[in-house]
């Protein structure tokens, strides 16, 4: 049976995310990323189990535990490369 109307506008953003390439990596990051950076940063790119999408959701997931802080600025969130390597620092297993 051809999907409905309803069905095909329901596949917008989410299914677009999820196709949606990783773009290339930066040779070297800045002090200041967006979160695609920041996930690629963190080699989150390299894993093979994430989008682009579903990397900035688990980034969020580690802001909302306290664990990763980001800076919101220009009605945006970005991450100090500082941060990020606090973070792996504390991940760092002894």
């Excluded at 945006?76 to 620092?89: D, G, I, T």
Aim: aromatic content about 10%; overall charge positive; charged content about 30%.
């Amino acid at each position: 049976m051809p999907k409905q109307t309803d069905d095909i506008l329901t596949e917008t953003a989410s299914d677009l995310e999820a196709a949606r390439p990783w773009p290339e990596r930066p040779s070297i990051f800045p002090d200041l990323l967006t979160p695609i950076e920041a996930a690629q940063y963190l080699r989150l790119d390299e894993l093979g189990c994430h989008t682009p999408a579903s990397a900035v959701r688990t980034l969020n997931f580690w802001r909302d535990k306290g664990q990763l802080k980001a800076t919101k600025f220009a009605r945006r969130v970005w991450y100090r490369k500082s941060e990020l390597n606090q973070f792996l620092a504390v991940k760092t297993e002894n």
